[in-house]
């Protein structure tokens, strides 16, 4: 990596401070970097030189002091015009921005002025998070349930899909899993976003599910709850490919519903079906901010919509 010290410095005040994921330092890295190297750029100091080649090592508390919000903005445009990306992405890329001059300011004081303060934020769509409805749940389950496999992996594939639907895990949550996690008590300890530890109680499904594959689980000398065709901790992308396979076996549009999407299905699941408060949701999910976990309520509010729209009186106009 390339990083200027400064960089250097807030990922690991990131990291080591703030509880950062490494995936999501990267993604703090990444999108800085890109910020910099707009900023050479834009003040005309990497002439001649191919955007992804600019340096940002020199980047110093000179040129971070200099930056205005017309900079900010203007790398907005940027993105608009030559990255073609959503505003979603945007607003990923000037959050991270807004985090690094935060920490510049307020929290090392090494720039007086934070171009970041009061910027307006690329507008974000509000839609829906996809998932399957209670029938395409169990539809996927059986499918794993009568595949043609050997075990443990059957077991396997069935304990883990049948975690994802009830629990409500993340990938990396469920694919770092290890033994010791699993308590008498039918309570798994999971390790989350930040490092932050929850508590997830597992109910008869995932009981019976763990048990079955805990019987077939090969006796190795590892921690790993789930385990490889090596007996190996099985890898988050061999957990994406297996899923995909059952999803595509199921009848069901694999670019539609994925791993992340069966984590957005047990969260509405427990919201419809559940009666489920938006706090005890909160806490299941792992979510830091509850308005991460109030897209689950708009899921609920299209749902009463739809059901209204049902009305067949809702077609019969006044003349």
Same mark, same amino acid.
């Given at each position: 990596?390339?990083?200027?010290?400064?960089?250097?410095?807030?990922?690991?005040?990131?990291?080591?401070?703030?509880?950062?994921?490494?995936?999501?330092?990267?993604?703090?890295?990444? /999108? #800085?970097?890109?910020?910099?190297?707009?900023?050479?750029?834009?003040?005309?100091?990497?002439?001649?030189?191919? +955007? =992804?080649?600019? /340096? #940002?090592?020199?980047?110093?508390?000179?040129?971070?002091?200099?930056?205005?919000?017309?900079?900010?903005?203007? +790398? =907005?445009?940027?993105?608009?015009k030559t990255r073609n990306v959503s505003n979603r992405t945007k607003y990923r890329k000037v959050s991270s921005i807004r985090a690094f001059f935060n920490y510049l300011s307020t929290k090392i004081?090494?720039?007086?002025?934070?171009?970041?303060?009061?910027i307006d934020m690329p507008k974000l769509e509000k839609t829906l998070p996809q998932y399957l409805d209670l029938n395409e749940a169990i539809s996927l389950l059986e499918t794993i349930n009568k595949a043609e496999k050997k075990e443990p992996y059957k077991s396997r594939d069935y304990a883990i899909a049948t975690l994802f639907l009830n629990c409500g895990m993340r990938l990396s949550e469920l694919s770092s899993i290890d033994l010791k996690d699993i308590?008498?008590?039918?309570?798994?300890?999971?390790?989350?976003?930040?490092?932050?530890?929850?508590?997830i109680y597992l109910n008869k499904a995932c009981q019976n599910a763990l048990d079955i594959y805990l019987k077939n689980r090969p006796k190795v000398d590892t921690d790993a709850l789930f385990l490889s065709m090596r007996n190996t901790r099985i890898s988050n992308r061999a957990i994406q490919h297996m899923i995909e396979k059952y999803i595509i076996e199921t009848g069901l549009d694999p670019k539609k519903y994925t791993v992340h999407k069966l984590r957005h299905t047990a969260a509405t699941l427990m919201y419809q079906y559940g009666n489920a408060d938006i706090r005890s949701l909160q806490e299941i999910l792992g979510h830091e901010s509850i308005t991460t976990t109030q897209i689950y309520t708009h899921v609920r509010s299209e749902q009463l919509k739809q059901t209204i729209d049902s009305n067949p009186l809702a077609i019969v106009d006044e003349d």
């Open positions: 990596m390339i990083k200027s010290n400064l960089l250097d410095d807030f990922l690991d005040y990131m990291k080591s401070t703030k509880g950062a994921s490494e995936s999501t330092v990267k993604e703090y890295y990444y /999108d #800085i970097r890109l910020f910099l190297r707009f900023l050479k750029q834009r003040r005309g100091l990497a002439k001649d030189i191919e +955007f =992804n080649e600019i /340096d #940002i090592e020199d980047v110093g508390i000179e040129m971070l002091s200099s930056v205005k919000k017309q900079d900010i903005y203007a +790398f =907005n445009a940027f993105l608009e004081d090494v720039i007086e002025y934070n171009p970041i303060e009061n308590s008498k008590d039918n309570t798994l300890r999971v390790l989350g976003k930040g490092n932050k530890e929850r508590t």
